[in-house]
């Protein structure tokens, strides 16, 4: 098979899909790896090293489109790269196009069939290749938040920590998923006083065993949210509905109870965001405030800290791309239905139920 590795255009986007060892292994089972020139400077993999792997260094990134025919990247394609794809293009990518209604239209207007990293499950019903840049996201919420609560950025001035004869700042972590757990760990490793909610009372069970008491749990409801949130100075958004809209729980009423100089840092932007004040954010232009209340909605969190997310990233994908790559795409759904519940756009239909459902769309089962 043919593969593409595009350069990443989305706004400080350092990450690049597919690392030069991965393609080596490609390359070595006898396909095809197409780069675009520079694609993995950003994390720090020139040129020459993908030539040394195996690869081909394309003239242009519509050099890469047009030879390819399937195309690995990072994020979901911007607009300006959906007009390069074409009838019979298979995409492997995180998609998050339940937020996303415009690429979701151009995918189905140019029969693309695209396989989103987030929807796609192991054996036992995780999802691989979310987990690991869900893991980098969730520790990097808590260490940007402590950051924005600093007055030199128009936060309170918590130390997160506290020091001996202060108390510690308070830090509520909204989800016990992937994101959660890391975003968690790391608050409790600065010495932040902690509460996470969520509906599976059993991930809290996980989560009051591991750290012995030193957190507190909360199942999820409308009062404990915003008993919560109104009392922290850091909210950390971490739900997840796989390829759905993240359910809305902090609305813009609670957020205007909130102390001035709090931070919210909306994780689940990618899905819509769990805060009704979320909107997605770059990080050239990262934060804005509601009610005095520091909002950061960037939608690739990971993107800064492109070298070990490329690592992380590679490591989860590239089992998937050797199957996609050896089978066929049509022969490797039909045997694997974990990579199946990937597929959300197939040949101008939505083939993911919660990606109609947000876009008032068809929905096409795929099997």
């Known amino acids: 098979m043919v ?21 080596a292994s490609l390359v070595q ?21 993908y030539r040394k792997a195996g690869a081909l260094i394309a003239g242009s990134k519509a050099d890469v489109f ?27 990518t995180y998609l998050h196009l339940a937020a996303i209604p415009d690429v979701t239209k151009e995918l189905l207007g140019r029969h693309v069939t695209a396989i989103a990293y987030e929807t796609t499950e192991a054996k036992d019903g995780s999802l691989p290749m979310l987990k690991p840049m869900s893991e ?29 004869g ?7 972590v909204l989800g016990a998923g992937a994101v959660g757990a890391s975003a968690v760990r790391m608050a409790v490793g600065l010495g932040a006083q902690v509460t996470v909610i969520n509906l599976d009372i059993e991930r809290l069970r996980v989560l009051d065993d591991q750290y012995h008491g030193r957190i507190i749990t909360r199942a999820a409801s409308s009062t404990a949210v915003e008993e919560a949130v109104c009392s922290a100075d850091l909210v950390i958004g ?13 609305s813009r009423g609670v957020v205007s109870k909130m102390r001035p100089g709090s931070v919210i840092v909306d994780v689940s932007v990618d899905q819509g965001g769990c805060v009704e004040t979320t909107r997605p954010t770059t990080h050239s232009d990262p934060v804005y405030l509601v009610d005095g209340v520091i909002h950061y909605c960037v939608a690739n969190m990971p993107g800064i800290v492109p070298r070990t997310s490329t690592y ?22 039909r045997s694997d239905p974990g990579l199946a519940k990937g597929v959300n756009v197939k040949e101008g239909n939505v083939t993911h139920s919660g990606v109609a459902k947000s876009h008032g769309l068809p929905f096409t089962p795929l099997l």
Request: charged share 20%; proline share 6%.
């Open 3 to 23: 593969i593409g590795i595009p350069k990443e255009i989305k706004d400080h986007e350092y990450r690049v899909s597919l690392t030069p060892d991965g393609a």
């Open 29 to 49: 089972k006898g396909h095809n790896v197409w780069v675009e020139p520079a694609a993995g400077m950003g994390s720090g993999f020139g040129d020459d090293e």
């Open 66 to 92: 047009q030879r390819a025919e399937l195309i690995l990247k990072v994020k979901e394609p911007m607009l300006s790269e959906c007009a390069l794809f074409r009838s019979g293009h298979v995409l492997f």
């Open 136 to 164: 980098i996201a969730g520790r990097m919420s808590v260490q940007i938040g402590a950051h924005y609560l600093e007055k030199t950025d128009g936060g309170r001035g918590v130390l997160l920590g506290g020091v001996p």
């Open 166 to 172: 202060v108390e510690p700042g308070r830090v509520v």
């Open 238 to 250: 971490a739900v997840l509905v796989p390829g759905a809209k993240a359910p809305k729980l902090v």
């Open 312 to 333: 992380a990233l590679t490591n989860a994908t590239l089992p998937y791309l050797m199957q996609i790559a050896s089978e066929g795409v049509e022969r490797a759904i």
